[in-house]
T-cell receptor, first 107, second 113 residues
Framework: KNEVEQSPQNLTAQEGEFITINCSYS?????LHWLQQHPGGGIVSLFM???GKKKHGRLIATINIQEKHSSLHITASHPRDSAVYIC?????????FGAGTRLTVKP | KAGVTQTPRYLIKTRGQQVTLSCSPI?????VSWYQQTPGQGLQFLFE???????NKGNFPGRFSGRQFSNSRSEMNVSTLELGDSALYLC????????????FGSGTRLTVV
């Protein structure tokens, strides 16, 4: 069993839809990261959160430490949100990654 | 402030050669970590350096090595390249404290032919 599991693996949505990507982890962590990777490879760190909820524009990330679960939500999705979203769990000085969720938002 | 800079962006090498990749962290960040991303394995942790010392190492063969300089810039080296080493190599910098945020570079895409 992977230490960090994401679902779904692939997601296709129509512009304007509400998107949810889930991440479950089994390692002990101090914080969880959500990353965005566009074609071409560059990775952008969207959120780092250790409790509760964070919001940035149309993006919302939540985490439940007791249940070891985090979600990334995108409201009013747009084609430019199309990317791979990866959750990452630092474990000591290591980082464990989910396999990523490939999101495609169609106009 | 300047982001994390990785050089070169693209590299083509032949099997058996060696390669050195460079990562310049954000000013003030003392930790640099390296990752390999392949279509089959996804993102995997290679190693992490903090204040010129390797603090942790992932499950990669000894052909993969790294170092960090006093200005926190880091290099990673892969010797005796194999076709399977073709990947996107990413580095990330942080202050090195538990729970600290990471900033990623744009990566170096290495192709081994």
């Amino acid at each position: 069993k992977n230490e960090v599991e994401q679902s779904p693996q692939n997601l296709t949505a129509q512009e304007g839809e509400f998107i949810t990507i889930n991440c479950s982890y089994s390692v002990g962590i101090s914080a969880l990261h959500w990353l965005q990777q566009h074609p071409g490879g560059g990775i952008v760190s969207l959120f780092m959160l250790s409790s509760g909820k964070k919001k940035h524009g149309r993006l919302i990330a939540t985490i439940n430490i007791q249940e070891k679960h985090s979600s990334l939500h995108i409201t009013a999705s747009h084609p430019r949100d199309s990317a791979v979203y990866i959750c990452a769990a630092p474990n000591n000085n290591d980082m464990r990654f989910g396999a990523g969720t490939r999101l495609t938002v169609k106009p | 402030k300047a982001g994390v800079t990785q050089t070169p962006r693209y590299l083509i090498k032949t099997r058996g050669q060696q390669v050195t990749l460079s990562c310049s962290p954000i000013s003030g960040h003392r930790s640099v970590s390296w990752y390999q991303q392949t279509p089959g394995q996804g993102l995997q942790f290679l190693f992490e350096y903090f204040s010129e010392t390797q603090r942790n190492k992932g499950n990669f063969p000894g052909r993969f090595s790294g170092r960090q300089f006093s200005n926190s810039r880091s290099e990673m080296n892969v010797s005796t390249l194999e076709l399977g080493d073709s990947a996107l190599y990413l580095c990330a910098s942080s202050r090195g404290q538990a729970g600290g945020g990471y900033t990623f570079g744009s990566g170096t895409r290495l192709t081994v032919v």
